[in-house]
């Protein structure tokens, strides 16, 4: 778990065990994060150690308004603006499935690398000062 720490934001999206509930990231505090109750104000603390990534799929990327298309290299998901490729199985970092590449708005290469969660999506998006608000 300690990678995870290492990789969480402000903001990022993850599972916390046991209910599995998705919970948004408010507060970072040494081994636990804060996230505000569905409900109400709270801030709510837990360990770190109880958090789960949630992995990216296809129904994530088109909850998230990208379109499927395919290229002679094979499918791909890419977004309204056309301004972020996300491609499986493109990925040379092992344990990482998504290859995801990041224009401006000038179609000028910005940012790329591999992820495979949802908050490392999140966090490509902050790097590249992409605002975006994430659906799961």
Not at 84 to 90: H, L
Request: hydrophobic letters at 45%; proline letters at 4%.
């Amino acid at each position: 778990m300690k990678k995870i720490q290492k990789q969480l934001m402000y903001g990022d999206l993850v599972f916390v065990k046991p209910s599995m509930m998705p919970i948004r990231i408010a507060a970072i505090h040494r081994d636990e994060v804060g996230y505000y109750t569905p409900f109400g104000c709270e801030l709510e603390m837990v360990q770190i150690a109880l958090l789960v990534p949630i992995p990216l799929t296809n129904v994530f990327f088109e909850k998230n308004g990208f379109t499927k298309e395919t290229d002679i290299v094979g499918e791909l998901w890419v977004s309204k603006d056309k301004r972020i490729i996300v491609r499986k199985g493109f990925s040379n970092m092992d344990g990482r499935d998504w290859a995801i590449h990041i224009d401006n708005e000038d179609m000028q290469s910005i940012a790329s690398g591999c992820i495979q969660f949802v908050h490392q999506f999140q966090n490509k998006l902050n790097d590249a000062e992409i605002e975006m608000e994430v659906i799961l």
